[in-house]
């Protein structure tokens, strides 16, 4: 599907910062959660041969998306686009019969708006709700320009202003000050916008509210998240996390357990292997898919995003965190990591615009900190939870007619007499989750 801004025709993320991926992922790595699930903090990945082929010829450098400021705190690795096509490059290619300039700022290069409501069955939804609901983006540090560009990107996509004077946006600290905000960072000013443009591109409708932690800690952020709910917001996203610890049922408590609140989190992009906080029993750990078009009836296909053995949606078994009542898989004794998923490839990517820190203009982001977002979004378009409810469960009690089933590839290996918790195949399955959002009914209680 061609997606085009407003008056153009068309033509025919201890820590890892989950996906803070601006076509990828990164690292985090929080003080008492040990090393990285599978990397430290400090790793820089470089490109490979084997992610320039699984991407389809797109090539990326991963960069430090954030150099760590204080022992423990979150580092992360940086993927974006520097050569080759995207999915929405090579379709737009084909549309158009023109060949696109790879890694050119000047212009979007992966998927808008349009596109991600159309393959998950929102269009009319994104039209009509989410009126009256806030959406709350936590990340650490604060990005001077998030404001700025956010208009930018929504103007661009014909998509209603959002912004402080009308009331739609509006920027916090973890405290909940608008005026003492945290220290500036150019890897989570990445993120930032990343979160808020992928909010806006599923549910123009929403409110949106940024809560900006003073640091990468868990006792940061997950402060900020206590305030995202203090303040109201019904939906809140985390594109974060990192190795499980012996804390994290600790964690649990003191700052996911909001009932009537759907809190989202990054599976990871390392790959196989569980994480924090989307381990917790209390969030929707959300996983990350390659979405393509197609001659489907849907027009789209989605299979589990992959690009090496270390790079890749997240999934697995808990250590600590107990298995929810509504998850009944029985290859894993605790909580299984994922519940659904949505796009997180880099080369299937999304557009973001992005002016800190780096040139000024449009990038293709990928990783579960894409994935994240667009579900807290769906479910802002479902509508407000049961004030009693975990939204958690919602996507398990739906049918399988609300949900894209994903039944293809793998991010690692994993046990043989459990290979659904790292393969995907019908039904319910780590990677994936039950599947991808088709429409609203699998988000509501």
């Not at 797109?58 to 998306?65: E, F, G, N, Q």
């Not at 709910?229 to 019904?234: C, F, P, Q, S």
């Not at 590839?409 to 046990?415: E, P």
Request: proline share 5%; net charge negative; hydrophobic share 35%.
């Amino acid at each position: 599907m061609r997606t085009t801004p407003p008056n153009i025709p068309a033509i025919s993320g201890r820590w890892r910062r989950i996906g803070a991926s601006a076509l990828g992922t990164a690292a985090l790595v929080l003080a008492g959660f040990g090393t990285a699930a599978h990397a430290s903090a400090a790793t820089t990945t470089s490109p490979t041969t084997t992610q320039a082929a699984q991407a389809g010829k797109v090539t990326w450098t991963a960069t430090p998306c954030a150099t760590p400021k204080h022992k423990g705190d979150l580092a992360c690795d940086s993927f974006r686009v520097t050569g080759g096509l995207t999915a929405f490059q090579k379709h737009e290619a084909a549309v158009d019969g023109v060949t696109p300039k790879a890694a050119d700022a000047s212009t979007p290069s992966g998927y808008g708006p349009s596109d991600l409501q159309d393959a998950y069955g929102l269009t009319d939804a994104a039209a009509s709700n989410g009126s009256g609901q806030t959406i709350a983006i936590v990340d650490a540090y604060d990005d001077p320009n998030a404001a700025a560009d956010l208009a930018k990107y929504r103007s661009y996509y014909g998509l209603p202003a959002c912004t402080t004077a009308n009331g739609c946006f509006k920027k916090v600290s973890q405290t909940g000050s608008t005026t003492s905000l945290p220290s500036a960072d150019s890897g989570w000013a990445e993120e930032i916008s990343l979160d808020l443009d992928m909010a806006s591109a599923v549910c123009p409708q929403c409110g949106i509210l940024l809560v900006e932690a003073k640091s990468a800690s868990m006792a940061n952020l997950g402060t900020a998240v206590n305030e995202a709910v203090k303040l109201g917001a019904k939906f809140v996203s985390n594109s974060y996390g990192g190795s499980e610890s012996s804390s994290d049922t600790s964690y649990d408590s003191s700052y996911f357990k909001h009932p009537g609140v759907a809190i989202t989190v990054s599976a990871g992009d390392e790959g196989y292997g569980a994480e924090y906080p989307a381990a917790s029993k209390y969030v929707t750990s959300v996983g990350g898919t390659a979405l393509k078009t197609s001659s489907t009836t849907r027009g789209w296909t989605e299979t589990v995003w992959s690009t090496s053995s270390s790079e890749g949606t997240g999934s697995g078994c808990s250590a600590y965190d107990t298995k929810p009542s509504w998850q009944t898989d029985t290859g894993c004794a605790r909580r299984t990591i994922s519940d659904v998923s949505a796009v997180a490839d880099p080369a299937t990517g999304v557009s973001v615009y992005d002016s800190y820190g780096v040139t000024a203009g449009w990038y293709t982001f990928g990783g579960t900190s894409a994935s994240a977002p667009i579900i807290a979004a769906v479910y802002a378009l479902a509508g407000t939870p049961g004030s009693a409810d975990y939204p958690a469960q919602y996507p398990y009690t739906a049918g399988t007619s609300a949900l894209n089933d994903v039944t293809s590839g793998s991010n690692g290996t994993c046990s043989a007499t459990a290979g659904y918790l790292c393969t995907a195949k019908a039904g319910y399955d780590g990677p994936t989750g039950l599947g991808t959002p088709r429409g609203t009914d699998a988000f509501t209680g």
